[in-house]
């Protein structure tokens, strides 16, 4: 154990009276068989059916959330008592708006006969949320050559579980709910056991003839040929906005969401079919973007991690930073704002480490769940340096770094004092609470690190990724402390870094796997295994170019590369499982990653596979969205990647993953001194016949070029430049 944990043993132990928690997420229940849609806007967001419908069950995260609060968790609408048929279900491509198109099934009179046929009524749903409320338009058409008095009903309610709780998490206590019907609608309150109160108002218009605790009934005279709209807003600790019409709260959201990300890059290809998966990853990270009390933050994924997290919104920013580098600014402040001060293993919090994950709900006021401000990361803190020196890079902001100085001085002093737990030179996680995660690399799941017998290793584990990702973070450091004129702290960061360098090419290589180990166990042991950890080392220009050549090649070989993606753990590795979540699976932000890497040593046709791989995914997928991950089977003519039954969708840094990729095939690199756009050895796959990219920003310049794929290469031409930037290709 390490000797520092027992200043604080008594806490700890408090903590630990509630015993371990299960912090994984239980696929009870398959997501992509629901087929569910997604509309989110600031904390709120809500998970429906392609119906439009909550159906309430166990191991259902369907309904609409506030906070990591499930506000509305039955939903369903009825026409004479019986659900619609559904005709379609789509998302707008800004993925603001949710359309449904339902229509009634045949209805049957006391004698069994056919009083009403179907399709006789059509029922067009629409919704959208705004940062505060749910707003619906419900409109009946009639096709009838006769009058109608039909029955619509919703049936409603609002169970207020903690999101914890919704995963499968058993509360201690749960607090008071009381229901209350108004003169239009029904109003939910809520005690928390913190004695915090959420109140939830529904506002119908027009007014229902019945109003019961958990069901609105409206007798609808519908004439010949006729249409009848109806409306309803949902709003959280704020009624006065329920009385916001669905026209003016649709406006009010596509205006917020256009707001979001105004500088970044446009792209437009030749080939729709890639345009509509271009425009469904932009459109899920500005819907995951969010206006902390912070800053501005992309939020990991719906349902389960739908708030900030360290990890994912720094490589989300690492993924974009050539497109738009404003994300990465609003996630340097959010984590430096929330950086930890303090020592409290209960949080596996540490002064100067960056944080893991934020939560709001109730569990985690109450400390049921310890993940209020949780910090148990071992890769976030030196991705936060990493993504500094990558941000400067990219757009020359002085003024933001030194407002970042003591933020990085007291992350780079946490890689220094707490990183290196037995003082060997690497960065090694240990679990200071048994209510935390076991694993604090991205594959975070307990069997994630194991042996070449498949036996778990135990810790203090250093895992390969970090070491490289701290090697970077050195780099940068060293470099921004340079350019302060701090020279002999950056000759000590710069002598530091080689010193990892050097250790972790002779003590994580495998000359018989031929690519490095996943990690040192707490004996310093290897872990060796092939994984795909070891791509993310190209990233950093830590390997030694032979090996990062034997590591790129590895990775796109059919071991590793499914068709869809490179996978998590090669095929024939002990706990290799392709429907596992981390020893098997094909998770795109990895690919990302790893492209990015492979354009970094030049290997741009690697990267260019992994491109074409993740986009026949993509365009195979609902909505033409990637999925948190998916499983590792071996691509299958004529069909899709196999789904994953508790992945988010959508998540970030999957969202962010085609960006990425598509710059790493074209070999593009921006830098602001002197301000230059550079591609080396650009590639395009065979189905693109030119890219477009309009409004590059470089520093207070900007770009707009065209790119043609031609049989050999791609011709860059600039079509507009406003400021001075310099063009480069390197073929």
């Excluded at 990702?469 to 050195?474: E, W």
């Excluded at 040192?520 to 830590?542: F, M, Q």
Aim: glycine share 8%; aromatic share 6%.
């Amino acid at each position: 154990m390490d000797p520092r944990a027992a200043e604080t043993a008594a806490p700890l132990a408090a903590a630990e009276e509630l015993g371990p928690l299960i912090v994984r997420v239980p696929a009870t229940r398959s997501l992509p068989a629901r087929r569910l849609r997604t509309l989110k806007c600031g904390d709120l967001f809500g998970l429906f059916g392609p119906e439009g419908d909550v159906t309430p069950g166990p191991g259902s995260p369907e309904g609409l959330y506030w906070r990591d609060t499930r506000i509305l968790s039955r939903l369903a609408l009825t026409l004479e008592g019986h659900a619609p048929l559904l005709l379609s279900s789509r998302l707008t491509e800004d993925g603001v708006l949710l359309l449904v198109d339902l229509a009634n099934p045949d209805l049957l009179d006391v004698s069994g006969r056919v009083a009403m046929a179907a399709d006789s009524v059509h029922l067009l749903r629409l919704r959208v949320l705004t940062e505060r409320g749910l707003f619906e338009r419900l409109r009946l058409q009639s096709y009838e050559d006769r009058p109608r008095r039909l029955e619509l009903a919703l049936e409603l309610d609002a169970d207020f579980a903690d999101i914890f709780e919704v995963r499968g998490h058993k509360p201690r206590a749960r607090g008071e709910r009381s229901i209350a019907c108004s003169r239009d609608g029904l109003c939910w309150a809520y005690r928390a056991c913190d004695g915090a109160m959420l109140t939830v108002a529904l506002v119908a218009e027009p007014r229902p003839v019945r109003i019961e605790p958990q069901r609105l009934v409206w007798s609808v005279e519908l004439p010949p040929r006729a249409a009848r709209c109806f409306e309803l807003a949902l709003t959280v600790d704020g009624a006065a906005q329920a009385r916001t019409s669905f026209a003016r709260a649709l406006q009010h959201a596509r205006r917020h969401h256009r707001r979001l990300l105004p500088e970044a890059a446009r792209i437009r290809t030749s080939s729709s079919l890639v345009d509509e998966i271009l425009a469904r990853s932009l459109a899920d990270l500005r819907l995951l973007l969010t206006e902390t009390r912070f800053g501005l933050y992309p939020y990991a994924g719906v349902p389960w991690f739908s708030t900030v997290f360290g990890r994912d919104g720094l490589i989300t920013a690492l993924e974009t930073l050539w497109m738009a580098p404003e994300l990465a600014k609003g996630v340097l402040e959010v984590l430096a704002a929330t950086q930890a001060q303090t020592l409290d293993p209960a949080r596996d919090a540490e002064p100067g480490k960056i944080l893991h994950e934020l939560r709001e709900g109730e569990l985690a006021r109450v400390g049921e769940v310890p993940f209020g401000r949780y910090y148990g990361s071992v890769d976030a803190t030196p991705l936060f340096l990493f993504l500094a020196g990558r941000y400067h890079e990219r757009t020359g902001d002085d003024v933001l770094i030194e407002r970042l100085w003591p933020a990085i001085e007291a992350a780079t002093g946490w890689l220094e004092r707490f990183g290196d737990r037995d003082g060997d030179g690497l960065v090694e996680y240990w679990a200071a609470s048994e209510r935390g995660l076991v694993n604090q690399g991205w594959k975070d799941s307990q069997d994630a690190i194991f042996h070449a017998d498949g036996s778990l290793a135990s810790g203090p584990i250093a895992l390969v990724e970090v070491q490289a990702y701290v090697f970077a973070a050195l780099c940068a450091v060293a470099r921004l402390a340079r350019r302060k004129g701090l020279l002999e702290r950056a000759n000590a960061l710069e002598a530091q870094a080689a010193r990892l360098r050097r250790a972790v090419e002779e003590r994580f290589w495998s000359e018989e796997l031929g690519t490095y180990v996943l990690a040192l166990d707490g004996a310093k042991r290897p872990c060796a295994v092939r994984t795909s950890n070891a791509g993310h080392l190209l990233l950093t220009d830590l390997p030694e170019r032979a090996r990062a050549e034997r590591v790129a090649q590895l990775l796109t070989s059919p071991r590793f590369f499914s068709g869809w993606g490179i996978r998590t753990v090669a095929e024939g590795e002990a706990r290799y499982v392709p429907i596992s979540y981390h020893n098997g699976s094909v998770w795109p932000h990895d690919n990302a990653l790893c492209a990015m890497g492979f354009a970094r040593i030049g290997r741009t046709d690697l990267a260019l596979k992994v491109l074409q791989g993740l986009l026949d995914a993509a365009a195979r997928s609902d909505l033409r969205r990637l999925p948190e991950l998916f499983c590792g089977f071996r691509r299958r003519p004529g069909s899709g990647p196999t789904a994953y039954p508790a992945a988010c969708s959508p998540q970030a840094w999957a969202a962010a993953a085609i960006l990425a990729c598509l710059a790493a095939s074209l070999g593009l690199e921006v830098r602001a001194d002197p301000p230059v756009v550079c591609f080396h050895h650009p590639r395009l796959p065979n189905s693109l016949d030119w890219v477009r990219i309009e409004h590059l920003r470089v520093g207070t310049a900007s770009v707009d070029l065209l790119l043609r794929r031609h049989e050999r290469d791609v011709a860059v031409n600039v079509l507009d430049r406003r400021g001075t930037v310099e063009v480069q290709v390197v073929l």
